[in-house]
């Protein structure tokens, strides 16, 4: 698949105002997701596109950031961390063993920040960006769905 193949694509979900949109052929896998606020200069914002070859991707979308003043501007400004999978969220890597991470945590794009099981294989879930934590949205050992929020991570 080359660009023109994907900026095809994208135009047909402006048309047709799809917001999601996956694809998988072979090796090759392209995940495109519109943001749900549309940029106030007319030109599309496709939110985040991610590329999969073998590996487990953490979809990090960068939320919109209305005119919003102190605290709520902040708290807009986060990014979340998304499940990438269907499973159940370990914050630990055993139950014995400290958390990933904690509110106020430094991470970067290859901070481990959880564990999902899926089919009894522990995955690793990587921040995918750099930044602080600020919020864990899911309890420990609970069911997490894909492209459920995780994480807020205020970008830094």
């Known amino acids: 698949m080359d660009l023109k193949d994907i900026k095809a694509i994208i135009d047909l979900m402006k048309k047709n105002s ?3 949109f996956e694809l998988e052929r072979q090796d090759f896998k ?15 914002d496709e939110g985040s596109a991610g590329y999969v070859s073998g590996g487990t991707l953490a979809t990090v979308v960068p939320m919109p950031l209305p005119a919003l003043g102190g ?12 499940a990438p999978m269907i499973g159940t969220f370990y914050r630990a890597p055993s139950p014995e063993a400290g958390n990933y991470v904690e509110i ?3 991470v ?9 099981e899926a089919m009894k294989v522990m995955n690793e879930i990587k921040a995918e960006a750099k ?10 050992a609970k069911p997490v769905e894909f492209g459920q929020p995780m994480f807020k991570i205020r970008p830094a």
């Open 108 to 116: 970067n794009p290859d901070t481990v920040v959880c564990i999902i």
């Open 30 to 44: 392209i995940r495109l997701k519109r943001g749900g606020v549309a940029p106030q200069t007319g030109s599309y």
């Open 131 to 140: 930044g602080v934590i600020s919020s864990i949205l899911v309890e420990n």
């Open 18 to 20: 799809i917001s999601e």
């Open 104 to 106: 106020g945590a430094e």
């Open 71 to 82: 605290a709520a501007a902040a708290a807009a400004a986060d990014m979340e961390i998304k």
